[in-house]
């Protein structure tokens, strides 16, 4: 049987998410949407489509950015019949599973969900499954449900990807040993980082040290890097996970470390003025914008994006080079 015929065969079977194989379908996609949002559309029927958008996140200085691609992709689509309600659990797993649930009984079309801890999320995600609401994913939790009937796509980095692009910038700049804090306990997307970093400068030259709930105690946090640069003199550089962290902890390192963060935040200001080496961008606001626009590109007309993979959104390498750009973009707080 050729490929052709394969497609055809399993679209008759179960018109599936992924069973579309679009090459450059990302492309294209957003291409259409970002110019011309009403243009992708084409002449489909207007229907009204109910997204969910729950997160673990918070309303600091990422999340902040990624919320307002929700809210623009939603303004954007509005005439199309779209709404979105949007939960922001703090890193509260009750909070969040609330969140899944009252998005269940809503009855909504598609839940956009990041996926820190997934055993956690695991039987509310099911029961939408089963009620016949898409899922996408977003920020964490690549190939957690991807087995789902009703799972989409997954839209966020690859979190080992990045680490590893991390490594790169550290080894590039002569770094020895990099301490690396893992801000948030349950959460699996960061210790991919980590070990993407690893993978690049090898286990030893590696010292992660976990601090639950980092940012809501900044002045522990600080305390504890520091304690750790003093341990061990051997560590020359420093990697937060998130520039909420990152960026306090400047203080706490020894004069001269190199420095590299996850995520824009502040980090641009530290990088310009040579205090912080590069950030990993992953651009966020695309995290937020896109599964609104491939929830109604699906619910309106069955377009498929992905095929099975995940639609990258980075990493990106901010650096000295290419911080003044950013930094435009920033202020007007979509990157």
């Not at 996926?115 to 609401?133: E, F, Q, W």
């Not at 995520?263 to 990088?271: A, E, F, L, T």
Request: proline share 4%.
């Amino acid at each position: 049987m050729s490929e052709r015929e394969a497609l055809e065969t399993s679209a008759e079977e179960r018109i599936s998410r992924r069973g579309v194989l679009v090459k450059g379908g990302l492309l294209a996609a957003s291409a259409t949407v970002l110019g011309n949002p009403a243009a992708a559309f084409g002449a489909a029927t207007a229907t009204k489509t109910k997204i969910a958008v729950v997160t673990h996140g918070d309303t600091g200085s990422f999340w902040s950015v990624f919320k307002k691609g929700v809210d623009q992709a939603v303004s954007d689509l509005k005439a199309r019949g779209v709404s979105a309600t949007q939960v922001y659990a703090n890193n509260d797993v009750s909070k969040q599973v609330a969140g899944l649930n009252t998005a269940i009984a809503a009855k909504v079309k598609v839940i956009a969900t990041s996926v820190p801890d997934a055993s956690a999320l695991k039987d509310p995600l099911t029961r939408a499954s089963k009620a016949g609401i898409e899922i996408i994913t977003v920020n964490s939790g690549l190939g957690a449900f991807d087995s789902l009937p009703t799972y989409e796509v997954h839209i966020g980095q690859t979190e080992d990807v990045a680490g590893k692009g991390a490594g790169k910038q550290f080894k590039k700049a002569g770094a020895k040993k990099v301490l690396i804090v893992i801000h948030e306990a349950s959460n699996s997307a960061l210790v991919q980082r980590a070990s993407g970093v690893k993978s690049v400068l090898g286990a030893s030259n590696v010292k992660v040290i976990t601090i639950p709930n980092a940012k809501s105690d900044i002045p522990g946090t600080k305390a504890k890097v520091k304690a750790a640069f003093n341990a061990d003199k051997s560590l020359d550089s420093f990697l937060g996970l998130d520039p909420d962290v990152t960026i306090p902890c400047l203080s706490s390192v020894p004069k001269g470390t190199k420095v590299g963060t996850f995520d824009v935040g502040g980090s641009i200001k530290q990088i310009q003025a040579g205090k912080m080496l590069f950030a990993i961008d992953q651009q966020q606001y695309l995290q937020g914008y896109l599964p609104v626009v491939f929830a109604v590109l699906y619910q309106t007309n069955l377009n498929t994006v992905g095929n099975g993979a995940p639609v990258l959104t980075g990493p990106g390498i901010i650096n000295k080079a290419n911080a003044a750009k950013i930094a435009a973009l920033a202020k007007k707080g979509t990157r």
